[in-house]
């Protein structure tokens, strides 16, 4: 059976290329969504037998909408904006399960080329910008600490101090029955 896919199951990280070194990436809070676009110009030139066409180099571009907040990485893109800073880019996938501890991804490295904030009377301040890839985007596994997976998945933390994160407990669905009001515990 085919399974959709779920826009809210890919998430954005981003990193100043020049601090690849020293940073870890880092999540865009807030996202409402991003799109990627791969385009290529495809020139026709008229000839005596028909047209000839000239495909042209692969270009791929990452629109990319949020709510503005005091967020980091808000920052950190505005001001690569501003600068003219090369941005590394990550689409990490959180609809499959982590591989040796690695989320399934496609990263690149490229420009944002614009930054547009619309503040509107009623609705939140939101920030709008396109990143132009270098290249294009390439597939891989990326690491992705507990606390960004947390954000992008429900988690169940202990009542107890430094608790980490874990899956739920799956539920089965309350119908009324008197099996689903036993005291059991549910399984996967």
Do not use: C
């Amino acid at each position: 059976m085919n399974t959709p896919l779920k826009g809210k199951d890919k998430v954005l990280m981003f990193r100043l290329f020049q601090d690849k070194e020293k940073a870890d990436a880092t999540r865009l809070a807030l996202q409402t969504t991003h799109s990627i676009k791969n385009s290529r110009k495809n020139d026709s030139t008229s000839t005596k037998d028909g047209n000839s066409i000239s495909v042209g180099a692969l270009e791929t571009s990452i629109d990319i909408e949020a709510i503005a907040s005091d967020d980091l990485t808000n920052q950190v893109l505005a001001y690569a904006q501003k600068k003219g800073l090369a941005v590394e880019v990550w689409e990490i996938d959180f609809s499959q399960a982590p591989q040796n501890g690695k989320y399934v991804s496609q990263y690149g490295v490229g420009y944002l080329s614009d930054w547009e904030v619309p503040a509107e009377v009623d609705s939140n301040t939101t920030i709008k910008t396109t990143l132009t890839v270098s290249g294009e985007l390439v597939k891989g596994l990326a690491t992705v600490s507990s606390v960004d997976a947390a954000t992008v998945k429900n988690f169940f933390r202990d009542t107890v101090k430094n608790a980490s994160e874990v899956a739920p407990i799956d539920e089965a669905p309350d119908y009324g029955s008197s099996a689903s009001s036993s005291a059991t515990t549910p399984t996967k």
